[in-house]
């Protein structure tokens, strides 16, 4: 006759169990309800209903299915049912389990998650560099490692030759890491989430980076741009000339085409798309940032075309404005330190009020509640601030082209003045 433990089928008064609230704010591990029911909790947060019975002196545990579909009652009702049944003699057994997923390696999860994620990167260079950079100094190390074997320690050590040699790439590096296991979690290849907080820890601690992007002193430039307007007319020269006097980032100058500038009224519209934080941005040009401009039309080739380009179709390299830094003898100085010169020129110089000069640098306000509040783009405090620093930039430099674009602008401010007076 077929044996079954004392637990299974006793009638007796049942003691209190798990109520409600303790199912719903149970920690990890495993909760009695009472006879043999149990609430397991792992260290990912899933729940899941458990009876564990002996049945012929074997003991079984049966799940019963997640907490998240099946409530305390429930389970205790489907408890009971289960036990009536073993009494019965009849075969009880857990649902079969899913077939459990292929495991690929590091690298092959790696690669999966890079064609995942991809697809939402504008930035190529960042697509390419993300998975280049796991190749070079991840892949030699655990790349052929099962992704769900992979650890703190191994991240630790593949990262430790690189961690105080290229502090940039290295912490990267372990981002992108953390992204992959975070990723092969969701795909159902790792059982519990990524945990890489451990292995900072395990590294020495990486030396400040206070020089990120080396900048020229805000008193030099002007004197630079001397030196600069000295050499002979290039698209490179010219580049260079017009991101320093709009403060914009490089990569919105060597790509600014025709159709986005409006000369008579000294603005400059730059789309969404080309502007790092995604929101077009709206540039006052100065006297001097319009006198670039009119000298590059006549040399255009299209009138829809790229400014800054010898063909008016293909852009500059990110490395042209810096080799003319470095034709001048500036080995270190960077094009994007320019943005810092004119920051520290604002603050020391001007009495402009920082979220002026952050709005004209197309900076995003690191507070979301007062960002969603300040709708307003200060653009005629901007156009006052671009204009004075222009005039800072030209230290009475003027030419010709210049001085045609500045009587336009003193009429254009003198016709706004006008207009305020006429509305009073």
């Not at 609230?21 to 009695?32: C, I, N, T």
């Not at 179709?313 to 001048?328: G, I, N, Y």
Request: glycine share 8%; proline share 5%; aromatic share 6%.
């Amino acid at each position: 006759m077929r044996s079954v433990g004392p637990n299974v089928g006793r009638r007796s008064c049942r003691m209190p169990g798990l109520t409600a609230l303790q199912v719903k704010h149970a920690k990890s591990g495993r909760h009695a309800d009472g006879r043999g029911l149990y609430l397991v909790v792992r260290d990912s947060g899933s729940r899941a209903w458990v009876l564990r019975t002996q049945v012929d002196g074997k003991r079984r545990d049966l799940g019963l299915g997640s907490a998240s579909r099946l409530s305390l009652a429930e389970a205790r009702t489907k408890a009971a049912d289960l036990r009536a049944r073993l009494l019965r003699g009849e075969e009880v057994g857990a649902k079969p389990a899913l077939p459990q997923p292929t495991v690929p390696t590091f690298a092959e999860a790696a690669r999966a998650c890079h064609k995942a994620l991809k697809g939402g990167w504008a930035n190529k260079r960042h697509s390419d560099s993300w998975l280049s950079s796991l190749e070079n100094h991840i892949f030699p190390a655990f790349g052929s490692v099962s992704v769900d074997a992979v650890n703190s320690v191994m991240a630790r050590d593949a990262l430790a030759p690189i961690w105080l040699t290229i502090p940039e790439t290295a912490r990267r590096v372990l981002q992108r890491i953390g992204t992959v296991l975070d990723y092969a979690h969701i795909a159902g290849w790792c059982p519990h989430e990524a945990a890489l907080r451990s292995v900072r820890k395990g590294l020495p601690r990486q030396p400040a980076d206070t020089n990120h992007f080396v900048a020229m002193s805000y008193a030099e430039v002007p004197g630079f741009i001397e030196r600069l307007g000295a050499l002979p007319a290039a698209a490179g020269r010219d580049a260079l000339l017009f991101t320093i006097c709009t403060a914009v980032r490089s990569g919105e100058t060597r790509l600014a085409v025709w159709p986005e500038f409006d000369l008579e009224n000294g603005v400059w519209s730059i789309p969404a798309a080309r502007m790092k934080m995604k929101k077009a941005h709206v540039v006052p040009l100065s006297v001097q940032a319009v006198a670039i401009l009119r000298r590059r039309w006549p040399l255009r080739t299209d009138d829809n075309g790229l400014v800054f380009s010898n063909t008016g179709e293909k852009p500059l390299s990110d490395m042209t404005m810096t080799k003319v830094l470095r034709d001048l003898g500036l080995e270190k100085i960077t094009v994007h330190g320019f943005r810092s010169a004119f920051t520290d020129w604002a603050a020391e110089q001007t009495d402009f009020p920082k979220e002026v000069v952050d709005k004209a640098l197309a900076h995003q306000l690191p507070d979301r509640v007062e960002a969603a509040y300040r709708r307003t783009n200060f653009f005629e405090r901007r156009r006052r601030l671009m204009d004075s620093w222009g005039r800072y930039l030209a230290q009475d430099r003027v030419t010709p082209v210049a001085l045609h674009a500045q009587r336009q602008a003193q009429e254009r401010d003198g016709c706004q003045r006008q207009q305020g007076r006429d509305a009073l």
